[in-house]
């Protein structure tokens, strides 16, 4: 079994065995959390707010994942699932997690003339992880059908956060 760095380095590599081997490992909960924990950290400090930012930054990270990885576990096992698909969701929260490896270099956010540059890249390859552990976790032999369902539970989390953000706007009187 590999550690926690190690798994940490092969999610970002794009190693379809790393994430497998997390895929399988039902004790790996832990450790895919806390790779979204430092993730979701650096997110927050990239974010140059000052503390507040790196709380509510680092939240919404956390919880922007935890709601994209359900989706898209819904969407890939129950509306889009290929014949040899066989996934219960904490699969594909660990494979997800994991996932999140590349996201801290978002801490670099806070360098001038760089940040904006480090912050892309780092949500880009996010992304690509994304993929690579949704079609490892679904057991999908379509890298294309990982991406469509990549894109359909991203979309899902950009309309639950629009509605969100104007319920909140509205409780708040904005």
């Not at 379809?16 to 790996?28: K, L, S």
């Not at 950290?41 to 930054?57: D, F, H, N, Q, T």
């Not at 079609?135 to 032999?141: F, G, T």
Request: hydrophobic share 55%; proline share 2%.
């Amino acid at each position: 079994m590999a550690s926690f760095s190690d798994r940490m380095i092969g999610a970002a590599k794009l190693d379809v065995h790393t994430y497998e081997e997390v895929e399988a490992d039902t004790t790996a909960m832990g450790q895919s959390m806390g790779v979204v924990v430092l993730s979701s950290v650096a997110a927050g400090i990239g974010s140059g707010s000052g503390i507040v930012g790196l709380v509510v930054g680092s939240l919404a990270a956390m919880i922007g994942w935890f709601v994209w990885a359900y989706v898209t576990y819904l969407i890939g096992t129950k509306m889009l699932p290929e014949a040899q698909t066989e996934a219960d969701v904490g699969q594909l929260l660990r494979t997800t997690g994991f996932s999140a490896s590349p996201g801290l270099l978002r801490a670099f956010g806070v360098i001038p003339g760089i940040g904006l540059l480090a912050v892309g890249v780092a949500n880009i390859w996010m992304l690509v992880s994304m993929v690579v552990a949704v079609r490892q976790a679904l057991d999908y032999e379509s890298t294309g059908r990982a991406i469509g369902v990549c894109l359909i539970g991203w979309l899902a989390l950009v309309a639950i956060t629009m509605v969100l953000g104007v319920v909140s706007i509205g409780a708040l009187g904005v």
